[in-house]
């Protein structure tokens, strides 16, 4: 799979397998988290694997999001301030970028789930407090999102608060000519959509 196909074919999956995940898998996926740019190579970056069943039933106990709790594996996602701030300074600039940093690192260990046949969930809709106090997570520490990982069936579907929500749905993407300009701000690029045909 090019990087290209990785990137179009891969979508969110929420219904997984009982399969437990290799290490093997873990590793690469970690793998590739690593090579992600950051600013300044400060790598900014912080994983916590969770296996533990009762630990993840209780990450998210507002909305029971039936994904969190089913899936095999999370993986929560922190960033570490301080990387930036001990090389450049304690500006609110350099605590964005770290959150930029992160997200290049998850789209890297998503797009390796996704080039391994697994399925995976970018979930932002959860408890910090609750995840910190479960795996010890340090103050100093930002927890910001969860990737629930797993096998999973392209066919199943689940209900979920009045909606169904399968595991084959693909989202839309707005075309290119609608967020890229050329020179200045609404000046479109393109005349249609470069990758449509």
């Known amino acids: 799979m090019d990087i ?6 891969r979508r969110s999956i929420r219904i997984f397998l009982k399969r437990p995940v290799p290490d093997e898998i873990l590793r690469k996926c970690l793998e590739a988290a690593r090579w992600a740019p950051s600013g300044g190579n ?32 999370v993986v929560v996602c922190c960033v570490d301030p301080s990387t930036k701030w001990t090389t450049y300074d304690e500006s609110i600039n350099n605590l964005f970028i770290g959150f930029l940093d992160l997200g290049a690192a998850i789209q890297n260990f998503l797009l390796t789930v ?8 970018w979930v932002a809709s959860f408890s910090p407090r609750k995840v910190r106090e479960l795996c010890a997570i340090p103050p100093h520490l930002f927890v910001v999102s969860l990737i629930c990982m797993g096998y999973y069936d392209e066919s199943a579907a ?40």
């Open 158 to 197: 689940l209900g979920f608060r009045e909606r169904t929500i399968s595991n084959k749905d693909h989202r839309t993407r707005k075309p290119v000519m609608e967020f890229c300009f050329y020179e200045t701000f609404g000046n479109t690029m393109f005349d249609e959509d470069p990758c449509s045909g």
């Open 4 to 9: 290209f196909e990785a990137i179009t074919s």
């Open 114 to 121: 996704h080039a391994a046949g697994l399925g995976a969930v």
């Open 42 to 73: 400060t790598q900014p970056w912080r994983f916590i694997v969770v296996r533990n069943k009762e630990k993840i039933n209780r990450f998210d106990p507002y909305q029971n999001q039936p994904w969190v709790e089913s899936a095999p594996v």
